[in-house]
């Protein structure tokens, strides 16, 4: 069985500093994805950015990168330069090879104080 | 701009009631989830389908029933609403390969009295 795991339920961050959301997951598949997706209180869920299992680099969108640690199966956001408009749910999702569904964590609220 | 629709942002329903949640794609994915979003839980799969009338149970499926009879749309149908499925509904497609993961639907919240 696979799962996510996001320890964090809330964060503050001061704006215009980084910050760091963790993820673990737990899966015996070779191959995989991860997936970060932000929901402000609108409701949507927005895509942020995704790791695949044997990607050699660690993947970077604009302000966000993961920091992919496989030995330690932890796949953490960081968002750089926070803005007051990150303030947002943020789900750590994985989907394995060959599947199409995602198994998420349960979120961390992340506040942008200014 | 591709989208995925709810049909209803919010909807309030009595116990006992069936209720109908639509959701449209106009992306041509093959794949349609629904999912059910409660705090402290996360996201929890409720079915999905890869095709068109094929269904698949997810994780919490019980109480819960879903129709795909056009590639765009899967509804998701609650037999007789009760108040512990009081919840934010939310959609997704996607494509099948490609390792873009999913585009969801606004959501509707379901309050059940």
């Known amino acids: 069985a696979q799962k996510i795991t996001q320890t964090q339920p809330g964060m503050f961050v001061q704006e215009k500093e980084a910050v760091t959301l963790d993820c673990t997951y737990d899966t015996s598949d070779p191959s995989y994805g991860l997936f970060w997706y932000k929901q402000p209180s609108s409701g949507e869920m927005i895509f942020l950015i995704y790791q695949g299992s044997y990607d050699q680099q660690n993947a970077t969108e604009g302000r ?23 303030s ?5 999702a994985l989907q394995r090879a060959g599947s199409y569904q995602l198994t998420f964590g349960k979120g961390t609220k992340l506040s942008v104080i200014p | ?34 999912y059910r979003q409660d705090p402290g839980l996360g996201l929890r799969l409720i079915y999905f389908s890869y095709d ?26 609650l037999e007789s609403a009760s108040t512990n499925q009081t919840s934010m ?5 996607s494509w099948t390969g490609g390792n873009y993961g999913y585009t969801f639907g606004s959501g509707t919240r379901l309050t059940v009295v």
Request: charged letters at 30%.
């Open chain 1, 64 to 86: 966000y990168s993961l920091n992919f640690q496989k030995a330690r199966k932890s796949a953490n956001l960081v968002i750089s330069a926070s803005q007051l408009g990150d």
């Open chain 2, 89 to 93: 509904y939310l959609c997704a497609s």
């Open chain 1, 88 to 92: 947002a749910m943020y789900f750590c």
């Open chain 2, 52 to 77: 068109v009338k094929m269904k698949e149970k997810g994780d919490i499926p019980e109480g819960y029933s879903v129709s795909r009879e056009k590639k765009e749309r899967f509804s998701l149908i």
């Open chain 2, 1 to 34: 701009d591709v989208k995925v629709t709810q049909s209803s942002r919010y909807l309030v329903k009595r116990t006992g009631e069936k209720v109908f949640l639509e959701c449209v794609q106009d992306m041509d994915h093959e794949n349609m989830f629904w």
